[in-house]
């Protein structure tokens, strides 16, 4: 007898939870209503591991863990589980029951339970991730490697599907349950030696090849049967780490007649580090800096054994090339969705830190969705070893100063700004809408907005959502003109109908720069009489002038579409930056 789906509970906002399903459209995740939906995620560990529980719940209420994550301005977790957790106990002193006393006699799947629903109260969506066998850390090859255990009788390929397909039918009735993340970092066993590939010949069946192209599938294939809705991930095998292109060929991405089974609902997922690379990468190679074992390292490199570099050994323009030749192409061709579910460094400067900022904008330029690796803070179960990627302070709460890497994040358009993610209701007065694009006045071609809604007043609730929906989609231009791409009339349009139906909203389209050639005079303001170089009010300055041009271009598309308290201002924004903000202005006393 299969178990009955369990029921999501009270408390999540049924407006946020009404976007959902998901599914794919191109290279886009979009929601019900067709609009882009971004996996802006971050990895939330523990449930894979030893303690076989989400970490910081022995150091803080599973309420505030969940709040921070929400006013970081990530929108989804990835959430990693063992098989073995499934049928486990948290382990002891791995829960503060003073803090968390409602987790006080659950087993480990329940506390999994109360995790989900406590995301969804925040407005944070989930995709389950099955990451390891055993609870244990994901290391290198190991009896983790694979879907299954090939030495034990319990953990059988079909033991784990059916796993699966008890956690989707548990799941059912949860909405911001959005997707199921297959296996994590497929990758060879040493013992006894088995080793993954994609489509297996049956030669290499004979010598211990698996094939992961069909256990994924069947498992995708059980899953929708009986959640259709649910988004499928399936990642490429970690090592080798080829392109994704013979993936999409097998799944029908690249072919007009996509197997109806998975048409709309399929990712396919990849993890970067600066210590990983392309094809039979010598992990951490980096660090063999002297002696015998830099030696080896160019020797096997020379070969051919091992791969010429790592990604974080490469230079920009190398990176960029390998991500288009792995799976960027298919983005830029919109022919599926890639996810980066995992990348992340640490906080200090160095080589890691070096990686990431050539990484994160590489991620902007690309548009692509991700989930940061990891939000965890303190020791690793089972190790002791401190968790140097985590985002959090100690206290598993917002750090009180400004985290580098969450600051690259926003800088490429990848997170929020800062102070523009708090809760929805309950602010009162003039509320932004900030642009998240970075923009020098030499690449002024390229700019898109892409406008987040970060909070309303409690009296502008009611537009909040599809005013939501619209404006964190690109509104597009063509290249260094204020000409609206078809993209670009279509998302106005949209915003349009949505203020049609709210007469009290104003709305201001504010274009804003910060570039060099203001900062002589910031008091006269960029637009002042000083700046002005003739009467049709030029501001001396292209990048600034084409972002006037183009906010006039969607005041006037919007009043053309019928809205009334439409109209344009000038400010400053950050130094080097152009782009555009947008004011949603409830009118007094509404």
């Not at 209420?61 to 989804?76: M, P, T």
């Not at 349009?493 to 104003?506: C, D, I, T």
Request: net charge positive.
């Amino acid at each position: 007898m299969q178990p009955e789906p369990i029921e999501l509970g009270s408390g999540t906002p049924e407006d946020w939870l009404a976007q959902f399903p998901l599914s794919t459209k191109g290279r886009h995740i979009v929601n019900k209503f067709g609009e882009r939906f971004r996996l802006r995620g971050i990895n939330w560990y523990g449930a894979s591991d030893t303690y076989h529980i989400v970490g910081g719940l022995d150091v803080q209420r599973l309420e505030v863990i969940c709040d921070a994550i929400h006013s970081l301005g990530f929108n989804v977790v990835r959430l990693p589980f063992s098989n073995e957790m499934l049928t486990s106990q948290p382990a002891q002193g791995s829960i503060d029951f003073g803090k968390n006393p409602q987790l006080e006699g659950l087993s480990a799947l329940q506390v999994l339970d109360e995790v989900v629903r406590c995301l969804g109260r925040h407005g944070v969506a989930v995709v389950l991730n099955n990451h390891t066998t055993y609870g244990e850390w994901c290391g290198g090859p190991d009896r983790n490697g694979l879907w299954f255990d090939p030495g034990s009788k319990v953990y059988t390929t079909e033991k784990w599907i059916d796993d699966w397909v008890m956690l989707g039918r548990r799941y059912k009735m949860f909405a911001h349950v959005v997707g199921h993340d297959l296996r994590n970092e497929v990758r060879f066993c040493p013992w006894p030696f088995r080793w993954p590939s994609w489509n297996s010949s049956s030669c290499s069946r004979i010598v211990g090849g698996c094939d992961w192209a069909q256990a994924s599938t069947a498992c995708a294939s059980q899953l929708l049967e009986i959640c259709p809705e649910k988004l499928i991930v399936i990642e490429r095998i970690i090592w080798p780490m080829r392109s994704l292109h013979s993936y999409a060929s097998t799944l029908g991405f690249s072919v007009p007649t996509l197997p109806h089974r998975f048409q709309g609902k399929l990712v396919l997922g990849v993890h970067h580090y600066s210590w990983n690379g392309p094809g039979r990468y010598l992990a951490f190679a980096h660090t063999y800096k002297t002696g015998c074992l830099h030696l080896i390292k160019r020797v096997l490199r020379f070969l051919g054994i091992f791969s010429n570099a790592n990604y974080g050994e490469m230079k920009m323009e190398t990176l960029y090339e390998h991500v288009m030749d792995q799976w960027g192409h298919l983005l830029s061709t919109d022919c599926c969705p890639v996810w980066i579910s995992e990348f992340g460094t640490g906080n200090n400067e160095g080589f890691d830190l070096d990686w990431f900022r050539q990484f994160v904008r590489i991620l902007g330029d690309l548009d692509a969705d991700y989930a940061y690796w990891p939000l965890n803070v303190g020791p690793k179960p089972g190790s002791g070893e401190d968790e140097s990627y985590g985002v959090l302070s100690e206290t598993w709460t917002p750090k009180p100063h400004v985290d580098v890497r969450l600051k690259l994040l926003e800088e490429h358009g990848l997170l929020p700004k800062q102070g523009m993610k708090r809760k929805i209701v309950g602010q009162d007065g003039q509320q932004t809408l900030r642009s998240f694009d970075r923009h020098t006045p030499e690449a002024v071609g390229r700019e898109f907005l892409k406008a987040q809604l970060a909070g309303l007043s409690e009296t502008a609730w009611k537009a909040h959502k599809e005013i939501q929906i619209a404006l964190k989609s690109d509104i597009g231009f063509e290249a260094s003109s204020d000409e609206l791409t078809s993209v670009g009339r279509r998302i106005v349009k949209k915003v349009a109908s949505v203020l049609n139906r709210h007469s009290s909203l104003q709305v201001c389209i504010e274009c804003h720069t910060g570039c060099k050639c203001h900062d002589s005079d910031l008091k006269t303001g960029p637009l002042s009489p000083a700046r002005r170089k003739n009467d049709g009010g030029e501001s001396g300055c292209k990048a600034m002038d084409l972002s006037q041009r183009r906010a006039k271009a969607v005041v006037d598309a919007l009043k053309s579409a019928g809205c009334k308290n439409v109209f344009t201002s000038t400010g400053h924004g950050c130094r080097y930056r152009v782009g555009m903000a947008v004011k949603i202005i409830p009118a007094k006393g509404q």
